[in-house]
């Protein structure tokens, strides 16, 4: 028998779909626990580092340039080397949010007034140099650990020489004019395409929070439309912050035109900590942070501020009710079965129910994701409407199953045995 006190303390307050002051836990239906066995879809955590892409430190906006990163250095390229250590030490891909003007090596962007400080007199000549092919080579060559997402070519949004928040949408929530936004986004693939730093991203994290759910009051189109045009098929960003929010369909995350929307919940510091020592219980999904957090005052010490990241993140995949996610896309699946898939438990068979997420589009949910099963002595497990791509056996006192299952089409319920 497994203790009751031991999985109530690990798993306290989070049975059944419980909303603790403003937090997601976990949704109902995504635990079971039976007299003999326990079973989770575990609660999938993607790690997600804002402001990344600038080499000048300062937070202009004092004077109408952008609220960069607000450090007192320059950035160089181990700062992108400490996003790919992350990612590596602990088999992740995280997102980096990232800002791209400074980036510009034929100053494009005169042809985008609205986008820097310098307007049609943009000159980026001063941020030109060898760092930025050290950097982009990083980025290209750690692909499996680091996902470049779309944040913005200079983050706020200039009318003449002043600007206002943000590049997307304003402080009302009303998105910008849609040739600005589709202008923007044409440079920012240019801007990517001067580096070489691949296709267009696939994600995308709002500059300054800024996001319209749906499309905002006198538009006819959402950003996310105008974005999974472009590719985009999944946007993080604090709920908190958003606007529309009451047409979010289910509570962690929404469906804007097909585009998964995930609440980003609080971070744990403010934008301005340099540098983050983590320490609080994650209670949602997403370990939201920005770039100063995980970078050292001397970048030759960045590793320091890294190993402290790692330490903090890596016990979370231990645990009966969570997961790091592998990358977003396989979040994006972890969440949506966290979330709508139905667990049951009868005797010694577990039954997965999908009916509630096949209602989603058809590229969530439909292919792979991650049961973790609890059991006090070893099992055989035999699956039916479904297959075990990998099995994995965590034991401590108890011994952790953690399966990898890939759905079969058409299948909309499926079971594994337990032999004993
Ligand atoms: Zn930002």
Redesign the pocket.
């Known amino acids: 028998m497994i203790s009751r006190r031991k999985f109530l303390r690990q798993t306290a307050g989070i049975t059944a779909g419980l909303t603790i002051q403003g937090n997601y836990l976990s949704a109902a239906g995504s635990v079971f626990v039976g007299k003999n066995y326990e079973v989770f879809i575990p609660i999938p955590l993607q790690v997600v580092i804002?402001?990344v892409g600038w080499w000048s430190g300062e937070d202009g906006h004092e004077k109408q340039e952008p609220?960069r990163t607000g450090i007192n250095r320059k950035h160089v390229p181990a700062d992108y080397q400490a996003i790919a250590d992350l990612g590596k030490a602990l088999g992740i891909r995280p997102q980096a949010?990232t800002?791209l003007c400074e980036w510009d090596k034929e100053n494009i962007l005169r042809d985008v007034p609205s986008s820097t400080w310098m307007g049609r007199n943009w000159d980026n000549s001063g941020w030109v140099g060898p760092w930025m092919e050290e950097a982009a080579e990083i980025i290209r060559s750690n692909q499996k650990y680091y996902e470049l997402t779309l944040?913005?070519v200079g983050?706020e949004f200039w009318e003449g020489e002043k600007f206002t928040r943000?590049e997307w949408h304003d402080r009302n929530g009303h998105m910008r004019p849609r040739e600005e936004v589709e202008k923007h986004l044409d440079y920012y693939e240019k801007l990517l395409r001067q580096h070489n730093l691949g296709l267009f991203p696939k994600s995308f994290?709002p500059?300054?929070?800024l996001h319209s759910f749906g499309p905002s009051e006198g538009n006819a189109t959402s950003l996310a439309l105008i974005l999974k045009r472009r590719g985009v098929d999944y946007i993080n960003t604090p709920f908190g912050s958003i606007f529309n929010k009451e047409r979010v369909q289910y509570g962690i995350f929404g469906i804007d035109d097909d585009v998964m929307t995930v609440d980003r919940g609080r971070d744990e510091f403010s934008?301005m900590t340099f540098p983050g020592d983590p320490s609080k219980e994650l209670t949602g999904p997403t370990c939201g942070m920005?770039w100063p957090n995980m970078l050292h005052p001397d970048p030759l010490r960045n590793s320091e501020v890294v190993k402290k990241w790692i330490d903090y993140l890596r016990p979370f995949n231990d645990k009966q009710n969570m997961m790091l996610a592998p990358d977003s896309v396989y979040f994006q699946h972890q969440l949506a079965h966290h979330t709508l898939t139905k667990i049951n438990l009868k005797g010694n068979i577990i039954e997965l129910d999908f009916s509630a997420t096949d209602n989603l589009p058809a590229n969530i949910g439909r292919k792979e994701f991650t049961v973790k099963i609890i059991t006090c002595k070893p099992v055989k497990l035999k699956p039916a409407g479904i297959k075990i791509l990998s099995r994995e056996l965590k034991k401590g006192k108890e011994f952790m199953y953690v399966l990898k299952l890939m759905r079969k089409p058409d299948k909309s319920k499926a079971i594994i045995n337990i032999l004993t």
């Open positions: 804002d402001d609220y949010a800002i944040h913005g983050h943000a994290v500059a300054a929070f934008w920005h």
